[in-house]
Nanobody, 115 residues
Framework: QLPLVESGGGLVQPGGSLRLTCAAS????????MSWYRQAPGQQRELVASVTKEDAITYADSVKGRFTISRDDRKNTLYLQMNSLKPEDTAVYYC?????????WGQGTQVTVSS
């Protein structure tokens, strides 16, 4: 069983919203630095948002004010609420868990923003 499984991607019109979910198993998200990354075709993977085990949150400048990262420790799940989506948000979104030498990635979920 994969330690991280993303869901919630899809096709949405510009200005729309999606909520991505990253379900973790075999690891405890509250003790990891949990992050969302994305990779558009022909582009490098980039950090979208992260939350540390101390609950410090950072966002890429391009998503500030539009995206919200959150973590539910009881459900052992990470979320990314994405509002006011733009075509340039189109990418595969990946969940990541990082702690010392332990670095886990999900398989990704496709987000397409298009009219």
């Amino acid at each position: 069983q994969l330690p991280l499984v993303e869901s919630g991607g899809g096709l949405v019109q510009p200005g729309g919203s999606l909520r991505l979910t990253c379900a973790a198993s075999g690891i405890i998200v509250s003790i990891y630095r949990m992050s969302w990354y994305r990779q558009a075709p022909g582009q490098q993977r980039e950090l979208v948002a992260s939350v540390t085990k101390e609950d410090a949150i950072t966002y890429a400048d391009s998503v500030k004010g539009r995206f919200t990262i959150s973590r539910d420790d009881r459900k052992n799940t990470l979320y990314l609420q994405m509002n006011s989506l733009k075509p340039e948000d189109t990418a595969v979104y990946y969940c990541n868990a990082l702690r010392t030498t332990h670095d886990y990635w999900g398989q990704g979920t496709q987000v397409t923003v298009s009219s």
